[in-house]
Nanobody, 120 residues
């Protein structure tokens, strides 16, 4: 069974970079036709898809987050990482790492989510 686990700081100061890592177990991030995304949910708001990295290493980003977002992967550790630059308090949210079959939407597996607060 594929499991995803987010890790990273729960508090980030404004203007700094938010970095979160997702560790995947029970499956490989290089599995053919798989994609791995970051999705967030600000307090009182809906889910926002931020971007994804495919098994091939290709990245896709929501226009709403360009050019501040970067997603990378470490295949040796079976992890993928989100970097969001120049954060503001509006970036406070629960961040989820998500993965699955790319051709079927890539959202078969979800991490539990981690709250990141942007504040001084």
């Amino acid at each position: 069974q594929v499991q995803l686990q987010e890790s990273g700081p729960g508090l980030v100061k404004p203007s700094q970079t938010l970095s979160l890592t997702c560790t995947v177990s029970g499956g490989s991030i290089t599995a053919v036709n798989h994609g791995w995304s970051w999705i967030r949910q600000p307090p009182g708001k809906g889910l926002e898809w931020m971007g994804a990295i495919r098994d091939t290493g290709e990245t896709y980003y929501s226009p709403a987050f360009k050019p501040l977002i970067n997603i990378s992967s470490d295949t040796s550790r079976n992890q993928f990482t989100l970097h969001l630059n120049s954060v503001t308090p509006e970036d406070t949210a629960v961040y989820y790492c998500v993965g699955g079959s790319w051709s079927q939407g890539g959202m078969d597996y979800w991490g539990k989510g981690t709250l990141v607060t942007v504040s001084n």
